[in-house]
């Protein structure tokens, strides 16, 4: 089946920097897309979710950019603090007829925040 | 705190033993979600319940079952278990079903061995 996938395992960046995590996705049909952030030992954490019809879409300290054309998404965290420190999943879903999917994750970035 | 509660937190059994997980969601949430995580596989959906019915079914094998109760929660049951089976189990809750945020537990480490 089709599926979600990242393009980098690990990023490693300079606290206080600005970082961006990719994700391209290959299902067309898909129409919400989510950003999650996993602590070690913990569940996926929440972060920041985006529509088909939006383009972008701002939360505090990060940003979620969605390109439609070429489906890739993106999350842009600014500023890096040491608690950034996780794995990153996108994760997108669709409306099926009679019910709803699950979300489909990529296999995550390990985000990595240099002091 | 996502509100999602989970028990057991970790679980260890013997191959073919049956075990039971389970899931509370979120106050209000009608949606529950059954997630798969391990090293080789990453994060995988397993199945989806709403208000009580299920409503959509991902890579779920066919001697995993769950099911919602009248009061929301749900239990995930894993029968004849295989080594491949340990993994970490999530549950995740939603307001409705289709588009919109999950919010996971804190999940079940099932070590099978």
């Known amino acids: 089946g089709e599926s979600v996938g990242l393009h980098l395992p690990t990023l490693s960046v300079q606290e206080g920097d600005n970082s961006i995590i990719n994700c391209a996705y290959s299902?067309?049909?898909?129409?919400?897309f989510i950003w999650y952030k996993q602590e070690s030992g913990k569940g996926p954490q929440f972060i920041i979710d985006?529509?088909?019809?939006?383009d972008k879409r701002q939360g505090q300290r990060v940003t979620v950019l969605l390109n439609k054309t070429v489906k890739h998404l993106s999350l842009q965290i600014a500023a890096t603090q040491p608690g950034d420190s996780a794995v990153y999943f996108c994760?997108?879903?669709?409306?099926?007829?009679?019910?709803?999917?699950?979300?489909?994750f990529g296999k995550g970035t390990h985000l990595i925040i240099q002091p | 705190d996502s509100g999602v509660t989970q028990t057991p937190k970790h679980l260890i059994t013997a191959t073919g033993q049956r075990v039971t997980l389970r899931c509370s969601p979120r106050?209000?949430?009608?949606?529950v979600y059954w997630y798969q995580q391990s090293l080789d596989q990453g994060l995988q959906f397993l199945i989806h319940?709403?208000?009580?019915?299920?409503?959509a079914k991902g890579n779920i094998l066919e001697r995993f079952s769950a099911q919602q109760f009248p009061d929301l929660h749900s239990e995930l049951n894993l029968s004849s278990l295989e080594l491949g089976d340990s993994a970490l189990y999530f549950c995740?809750?939603?307001?409705?079903?289709?588009?919109?945020?999950?919010?996971f537990g804190p999940g079940t480490r099932l070590t099978v061995t």
């Open positions: 994760a997108e879903t669709w409306y099926s007829g009679g019910g709803a999917d699950g979300l489909t």
């Open positions: 106050s209000g949430d009608l949606s």
């Open positions: 985006i529509r088909s019809n939006m």
């Open positions: 995740a809750s939603s307001v409705r079903t289709g588009g919109s945020e999950q919010y």
């Open positions: 319940y709403y208000n009580g019915e299920e409503r």
């Open positions: 299902n067309s049909a898909s129409d919400y």
